[in-house]
């Protein structure tokens, strides 16, 4: 299994950027698919952007297509999420996910605050 630890939430202005990290443990990370997810206080958990292992194939959610951008780097077992152009409705708790032969581990999220 892969334990999973987010960083790179925080307070920030609408129009501005943060850039998430998502540091990896175990040696099958290369292996797996990773996502990142979202929840707003009430809301479901959704999906915001994926990458597969190879990093060569990405899907994003319609409401960030074209602002944010989902990455990998393998030699250092992390994934981030660049996040330009921030709306207040952006705001959530972001959470880390991998995918690997039918199993899903989550990290322990970081909030992203965005300010109007």
């Known amino acids: 299994q892969v334990q999973l630890v987010e960083s790179g939430g925080g307070l920030v202005q609408a129009g501005g950027s943060l850039r998430l990290s998502c540091a990896a443990s175990?040696?099958?990370?290369?292996?797996?698919?990773m996502s990142w997810f979202r929840q707003a206080p009430g809301k479901e958990r959704d999906v915001v952007a994926v990458?597969?292992?190879?990093?060569?194939?990405?899907h994003y959610a319609d409401s960030v297509k074209g602002r944010f951008t989902i990455s990998r780097d393998k030699a250092n077992n992390t994934v981030y999420l660049q996040m330009n152009s921030l709306k207040p409705e952006d705001t959530a708790v972001y959470y880390c996910?991998?995918?690997?032969?039918?199993?899903?581990?989550w990290g322990q999220g970081t909030q992203v605050t965005v300010s109007s």
């Open positions: 990458i597969n292992w190879s990093g060569g194939y990405t």
């Open positions: 175990g040696r099958t990370f290369s292996s797996h698919a």
């Open positions: 996910a991998s995918d690997y032969q039918g199993s899903r581990s």
